[in-house]
């Protein structure tokens, strides 16, 4: 789980905004909690995070403004050993349903990835991917190329479509991050009135 970016569009550390009483980080770490172990928090380097559960792995991304890519590095180094996939998500996605990531993990395959794609645009964030493409990124960091976007682009790729979560998440609500303060006060009040 990515949580070190720098939150420029928020204004302030999206992982510490309070929702339903946790934060955004922890909620969504409840949510991975029900379909991924080991769970690890990729932090940027000396950022303070929420508490967490003790079984949660957290990392650093020490390299500083190199991007999401580099942060998914540092998260994939952390569990080199111990799996073959994993799901991929930033900490804003408190919306996530264990049932969206069940899917994605069921469709893989032999696919080096298993992405969303909504309309022309691909969500790298709330993907999953196998632990060997380590390589790929190191690839990409060295050709100075940091986004997920070039990741994805550079995979062999199973690409799911929307109605692939009819039954799953038919909303796609687990692909729902909240950058801006618009976007976190019309989450707030979608939760005062369910």
Known sequence: MLCGGH????????????????????????????????????RASHQQLPPMPRSVRVTSDDVP???????????????????????????????????????????VGEHQAAVVR??????????????????????LLHEGKRRLQDLVAALDCLVLRPEDFAAADPHLASLRSINTPDEYQRLLDEAETT
């Open 7 to 42: 939150s420029r569009r928020m204004g302030k550390d999206k992982a510490w905004l309070p929702l339903a009483g946790q934060t955004l980080l922890q909620r969504t770490v409840d949510r991975l909690a029900n379909v991924a172990d080991p769970i690890v928090v990729v």
């Open 118 to 139: 909504d309309g022309q645009r691909f969500h790298p964030l709330g993907a999953i991917y196998r632990c060997d493409v380590d390589a790929v990124i190191g690839r």
């Open 65 to 107: 403004d190199q991007g999401p890519l580099r942060g998914f590095q540092a998260g994939l180094a952390a569990v080199a050993d111990d799996c073959d996939l994993v799901f991929l998500i930033g900490c804003d996605a408190p919306l996530l349903r264990p049932e969206f990531v069940r899917l994605l993990r069921s469709r």
